[in-house]
């Protein structure tokens, strides 16, 4: 941690109602590309939790009450502060994700786009008047906030996927509780001192760290006094929070996990295809829950796509996220490490074929995992219908449009799908298909602020991002005046 300069961006404790919580019980944060230790942090569990659902409670109908423009004005100002920031952001998601910095820098400049594109949101939530059955009446919709809002965010951004749910929340006029990955916290931490810096109110975010995640969730899903929950992670985790939910009849929205095809038709130009994949499937590591699992290339192309992609493959650079020039950084966990290789062997033992692998050099002591290539695969096999969250591309042939499309949609996930065509008639066909919340044309890399991000089936609901995100922080007020003839 001696490389980044403000070390008041360094916060060993929850922050809850404008205050920095400590406890005599710790848990430790841990670089995975070398296993060191980096800081260790006060355990916070049920009752800071509760203790911060309260805190945001007290300041949200004050919050609420705030003109749009000077809630907007002080986003503006965390968003600046955030960018101003960028280069010990980044250097502290690196040091406890694993990322590469050149990643790292793009993710802080990711979630702080979300801030300012919220800030300019919050001035536009527009209500209507509807045209009334009679003289005497008058018909009125209003949009008000939720409330407070709790949300459970994963560690592969530890940064972006937090940030993007506070800004729609704190501009449409809610509070906000944050629960970060315990693996990743430091930079959830960072964000809040960013936020006490340019004057949001205390008890208006709070962010609450510790490794009893149970605990913790059970507070966020099931206290009265939180009105919406909102969660980043498997859909596994998925399921079991949206049933704790359902008890309170709260508000939900939920990106769950994906298993996004990468479709290559016969026509594509792999040059850009191949670029486009490199950028889906080894970015974090293969650890977003966006980047492709299955890659789906029509026969007639196959070979040639195969080995323009393992050129790719050995230019990539493997180590320590915090070296310039490195690519590809370690996994999140040594567990992490070994699901994917459970899966490769799996895979390798029911017939598919092992076409290239990154070495991995010895140097490296941390959770790393080699890139690779993978060709015949099978739909039905393990890594083609579970989640990778690795780098490595499993090549599955195919036999025109219909069996992409039924290869494709042969998932319960529904997040991302990826499509190069050249034929603009294809293009369409295939993407309105395609049973997936987001699709990527002749394009690896398809989230920005300004449109809406999320999936369908058991990759969840809701949507994050664009004009359509501030919604699902908003309740839909109907007013019916009487009596206006007179």
Known sequence: MQGIQDRALIRTGSFIDGQWHQAP????????????ALAELAQAGRAETEQAVEAAYRAQKAWAAKPAAERARLLMAWHDAMLAAQEDLAGMLTLEQGKPLAEARGEIAY??????WFAEEAVRVYGDTIPAPSADKRLLVVKQPVGVVGSITPWNFPNAMMVRKAAPA????CAFVAKPASETPLSALAVAELAQRVGLPDGLFNVVVGTDSQAI??????????RKFSFT????????????????????????GGNAPFIVMADADLDAAVAGLMASKFRNAGQTCVCTNRVLVERPVYQAFTDKLVAALEQLTLGDGTQEGVQVGPLITAKAVAKVEQLVADSLAQGAQLRASLPLPSSLAGHFCAPRVLTEVGNAMPIAQEEIFGPVAALIPFEGEAE?????????????????????????????????????????????????FGGVKASGHGREGSKYGLDDYLDIKYLCLGGMDK
């Open 25 to 36: 019980q710790t848990f430790t944060v841990t670089n995975p590309a070398n296993g060191e």
């Open 217 to 226: 969730g059970e507070v966020l899903t099931g206290h009265p006094k939180i």
């Open 170 to 173: 704190l501009a449409a006029g």
């Open 404 to 452: 992409a499309i039924a290869l494709a949609n042969d998932s319960e996930y529904g997040l991302a799908a990826y499509l190069y065509s050249r034929d603009i008639g294809q293009v369409f066909r295939l993407s309105e298909a395609l049973e997936y919340g987001m699709v990527g044309i002749n394009e690896g890399i398809l989230s920005n602020a300004a449109a809406p």
């Open 111 to 116: 979630g702080a786009s979300y801030v300012k």
């Open 233 to 256: 992670g498997s859909t596994g985790v998925g399921r079991r929070l949206l049933a704790q939910c359902a008890e309170g009849i709260k508000r939900t929205s939920m990106e769950l």
